[in-house]
Each structure stands twice: as structure tokens, then as C-alpha cells.
């Protein structure tokens, strides 16, 4: 009987002991089996199967495996490349890399080819001159202007007042000549719009006439119908340069900035007739009307032109302009209230500041050779804002017949014009024509 439970007893220590081994891989792909008896962070001490103790460096290990067996698997010793592979690999991916550097630096240098061929066919030289006809509307500053001051001299107590049903803006023809240099990046253009038009007078003319003796009097009121014509005249002078920042030959893009200069002139007479009042004044006038403005500045913008399908470009500007200068209206009135005939001059001088824009758009086709038909486009307009100015009158010659009067016929309008009127300067055009140009 002791003999079964020696023998059973060995057994159990010996599975013990089996199951309870560890298994220790290390980086060089070594095993070792046996016991863990301690370890710390530098080192592990293991029992072997023979019964030996032995002390290995955690630097050398690579793991640990607790058990009495471990997976072939994960204990078999990962295969290491040979130097050979480990060569090919190496020759593999340089060349890969100069195979992509050599791709990058051939889409590089074609793509400078690519730029400089556009650089060269974007290389211009030449001088073209033009000639457009066409019509469009323009407003002067000071029709409108001379409107709003007979609305303020009624609401000051004036004697006479006219309202106009005339249209501000006059139909008009115009023609623009031009001449465009360019050179490479740099163009250089001039051009001058001169637009004539005429118009019919409408409206009507109230009056009020003062009578009586000692230290009674009475008003006398009459309206008269006014009728009349006029023409207008307004010229512009444009001198521009442009900078190309990127050259391409279908589209160019361009920085423009300039001076500006626009005059503007309106003449026409006014008849104002109605029927004599009870008390024998003939109300019957004729007015001889003269109008100016001068500004001048100067323009900021851009430019492009897009040529496409060989024969065809679009060209356009726009531009903001800023300028100032003075206007100056004169009334010459000869009335038929009084004998001999009675002489009224009226005057208004101002100085204004005018900001506002400009766009062109210019339509192309090439007829032969550098010869080409174009349709162009234009809409200018600006804001007046006014400035310093004074109304003039002169009862027959004998200066201002009411000093008090003199503040108002300084300040007044600059109160009274803001409030009623928009004031705007504008030039529009459609205008065909052709182009002629000289390569050098």
C-alpha cells in the first residue's frame, strides 16, 4: 500500500511541476523551459529541468510564456530576411523613387514649356485705331438743378415759378474715336465720346404780381404755359493704362487706372406766354438759358479681353471714377410786364464732387486681315454731391434789391438741393464700328 502512494505521489509533484513550467523565447529565437523563480526590471531567475538556476537579462528576452507547452506557432522563430533580399528590397524601392522623382520633374518641365509657350504667343506689339457711331441717353447736372432751385425759391417766397415736364435725360448721337497701343504686358489707350442731342420744353410758369397803393396791397397771380427747345452737347476724354500681372493668349487680365475728363454744354430758349391779367400786366416772357460743367479725375479698374474661336474677343472695362469740378447756369430773361421790355438775369455757380462708374463691353469679329467689325456697349454714371456756390440775380442792373436775401441765395440751395434731387451726371451708348490694326 505505501508503495501505490509513493509512486502516486511522484507522479502529482512531477504534473506539478509540469504544469507549471514557462517556456522563455528570446530575441535571437532561442527557448529555454523551466521555472520562474523571481524577476525585477533588469532580469528573471528560472529553475532549469535539470535542476540548475540560472540568471538571463530582460534585454535578451523577447516574451514569456506561462504553461506547460506553447503554441508552435507563436513560439516558431519568425524568419529574418537574407541580406540578398534585404538588397532587392532596398533596389526595389530606389528605384520607385527616382521613377516618381522623374515623372514629377517631366510634368514640372512640361508645364514650363507649357508657360512659355503661352508667354509667347501672348507677346503683343501693335497700335489699333477705331471709330464707333451709334446713340444712347445722357442727363446734364444742371437741368435738374435749375429745377430744384425754382422749387426752393417758392418755398422761400419767390415771386416765379417753373415746372418743367421735360424729361432729364436727352436721347442723343454720339461717336467715339480710339486709339489702343500695347506692348507685351503694358497697353496704353486714349479715346473721346461726343454726344449732340435735342429736346422739346413742356411744362408751365406761375407768377405773382404785387399792386396797389398806400397801405393796402394785393397779389396777382397768372400761369402761363412754357414751351420751348434746346440742344445738349457732352464730351469725354479718356487716356488709360493697363498692366497685364499674368499673361495667357485666350484671356487677358489687366489692372487699369487713368485720367478723366468730361465738359458738358446745354442751350435753349423758353417761351412763357398766358393772357394779360385784369389789371393790364402782360405776364409774356422769353428766357435765353446757358448751362456748363467741367470735372475732371481720375479712374481705377480692371480689363479683359477673351478671345475664342480664332476670329471672336470680348473685350470690357470697369471702372470707378472720382472727380470734381464747377458748373455754371445763366438765365437771361426778357419780360413783357413792364415798358420798355424789362431784362432779368439769374445765375447759378457751384462746385461739385462727382463719384460713380463706368462700363464698357465690346463685342468683335475679324472681317480680313486686322480688319474687324465690333458692337460696344457703355453706361457711365455719377453721383454729384454738391459742394460750395452761390445764386447771382440782378433786377435790371441794380444788384441784389433785398440784402437780407443774400444768406439765403448762399445756403439755401446746399439745404434744399440734397433733399429733392438725386443728382446724377450719365452717358450711355450702343454704338457699331470698326477696327483697324498696325503689327509691328
Known amino acids: 500500500m505505501k508503495q501505490y502512494l509513493l509512486l502516486f505521489y511522484t507522479l502529482f509533484l512531477f504534473a506539478n511541476l509540469s504544469l507549471h ?26 529553475k532549469l529541468p535539470d535542476g540548475n538556476t540560472k540568471v538571463y537579462p530582460k534585454s535578451l528576452i523577447q516574451k514569456v510564456f506561462y504553461g506547460r507547452k506553447t503554441d508552435s506557432e507563436v513560439l516558431k522563430k519568425e524568419p529574418q ?5 534585404k538588397k532587392l528590397r532596398e533596389e526595389k524601392e530606389l528605384a520607385e523613387k527616382q521613377k516618381q522623382e522623374s515623372e514629377e520633374l517631366k510634368a514640372k518641365e512640361e508645364k514650363l514649356k507649357k508657360r ?11 497700335l489699333e485705331g477705331s471709330l464707333g457711331l451709334g446713340s444712347g441717353e445722357n442727363q446734364m447736372e444742371l437741368r435738374p438743378f435749375f429745377q430744384t432751385i425754382q422749387i426752393a425759391g417758392l418755398l422761400f417766397g419767390g415771386g416765379q415759378t417753373e415746372l418743367q415736364t421735360t424729361p432729364y435725360k436727352t436721347k442723343n448721337h454720339s461717336f467715339t474715336p480710339r486709339l489702343f497701343y500695347a506692348w507685351n504686358r503694358f497697353t496704353f489707350e486714349i479715346r473721346g465720346t461726343e454726344a449732340n442731342g435735342n429736346f422739346d420744353v413742356s411744362g408751365f410758369q406761375t407768377l405773382s404780381f404785387g399792386g396797389g397803393g398806400g397801405s393796402s396791397t394785393s397779389t396777382e397771380r397768372t400761369t402761363n404755359v412754357l414751351f420751348g427747345h ?11 493704362v493697363g498692366f497685364t500681372p499674368y499673361p495667357h493668349p485666350l484671356f487677358d487680365f489687366q489692372i487699369v487706372g487713368g485720367v478723366e475728363r468730361i465738359w458738358t454744354k446745354s442751350n435753349h430758349e423758353v417761351d412763357s406766354i398766358g393772357a394779360t391779367t385784369s389789371t393790364g400786366v402782360n405776364p409774356s416772357r422769353i428766357s435765353y438759358r446757358e448751362s456748363s460743367q467741367s470735372l475732371k479725375g481720375y479712374s481705377i479698374g480692371i480689363g479683359y479681353e477673351w478671345k475664342f474661336w480664332d476670329r471672336f474677343s470680348l473685350q470690357g472695362q470697369i471702372l470707378h471714377l472720382d472727380m470734381q469740378g464747377p458748373s455754371s447756369f445763366r438765365n437771361n430773361e426778357f419780360s413783357f410786364d413792364a415798358s420798355p421790355i424789362k431784362y432779368r438775369p439769374f445765375g447759378l455757380d457751384y ?53 437780407s436775401q443774400i444768406l439765403v441765395k448762399v445756403y439755401a440751395p446746399q439745404i434744399l438741393i440734397p433733399m429733392l434731387l438725386d443728382s446724377k451726371t450719365i452717358l450711355t451708348s450702343v454704338q457699331v464700328g470698326a477696327n483697324y490694326r498696325f503689327n509691328f
Open 81 to 85: 530576411p537574407s541580406d540578398k533580399e
Open 21 to 46: 513550467s514557462e517556456t522563455i523565447l528570446f530575441k535571437s529565437g532561442e527557448k529555454v523551459e523551466g521555472s520562474v523563480l523571481a524577476q525585477d526590471k533588469d532580469s528573471v531567475k528560472i
Open 230 to 240: 434746346g440742344d445738349t452737347k457732352f464730351q469725354k476724354v479718356s487716356s488709360r
Open 351 to 403: 462746385q461739385w464732387k462727382s463719384t460713380g462708374t463706368e462700363v464698357n463691353v465690346k463685342f468683335s469679329t475679324k472681317i480680313k486681315g486686322d480688319v474687324s467689325f465690333f458692337l460696344e456697349a457703355s453706361n457711365m454714371v455719377l453721383k454729384n454731391k454738391l459742394g460750395s456756390g452761390y445764386i447771382t440775380e440782378n433786377d435790371g442792373g441794380g444788384g441784389n434789391s433785398d440784402p
Open 116 to 126: 512659355e509657350e503661352q508667354l509667347s504667343n501672348a507677346k503683343r506689339h501693335y
